[in-house]
């Protein structure tokens, strides 16, 4: 009897800490807005990346669709063992908004309008060890409706040497996003200046922009 009785207090137990963590998990998306269309989606587990390696965590977009990827960081030279963080994104004009922003007529075009309209680096001034925010705004416009692959390529230059590598491909519909990848320094990060280069691709139509920070 004693066994049984404990064996039923630990099943209580742990159904509720699953049933915490899902009330829990549900309004954190709800917090972020994963339940709203294509608004605060965090899409992803972080990505730890070792030194000269490849690491990744699967990705769910939650977009409506079904769509998977993989955030992929290569961190080198002065960034090796730091950590790639958690994926997100905010979905801020609709695809018939950006479709009259950009006067793209998608019965005509024959490719995938790709603009990044600003990309950034917050805070763009830290210390060993702190996390940077890499941030881009962009647009990605095809045929109306449809659901494109859109992969996100940022690299990291410090001195001109390519220090870090972060990239995603998701599937996304017509719209302007902004996108978060969180850098996460190692304590021994190199001082100065590192220079982002946001790249945004989709079918045959690409874009890029430049953004810096400083580790002081």
Known sequence: ML?????????VVISAILIGGCASQTAEQKKGGVLEEHKGAAVGAGAGAVAGGVAGGVI????????????????LGGLAGGV???????KK??????QNKYQYDYNESKSHLVRVESVDAVPN?????QTVELVATYTV???????MDVTEVREVRHEGTL?????????KEGGTYE????????????????????????????????STFTVN
């Open 163 to 171: 220090e870090g590598k972060p990239q995603i491909t998701v599937q």
């Open 93 to 98: 004009q609709t695809e018939a908004e950006a």
């Open 60 to 75: 769910g977009a939650q977009t409506g669709h079904t769509a998977a990827g993989i955030v992929i960081g290569a961190l």
């Open 84 to 90: 790639i963080g958690h994926y997100a994104y905010d």
């Open 179 to 210: 996108s978060k990848i969180p850098l996460v320094l190692p304590s021994d990060a190199q001082r100065g200046t590192y220079v982002v280069t946001t790249t945004i691709q989709s079918g045959n139509s690409s874009d890029s922009r430049e």
């Open 3 to 11: 066994k049984r009785a404990i064996s039923v207090s630990l099943l």
């Open 125 to 129: 001034e830290v210390y060993p060890g």
């Open 141 to 147: 416009l095809g045929p109306q409706g449809t659901v």
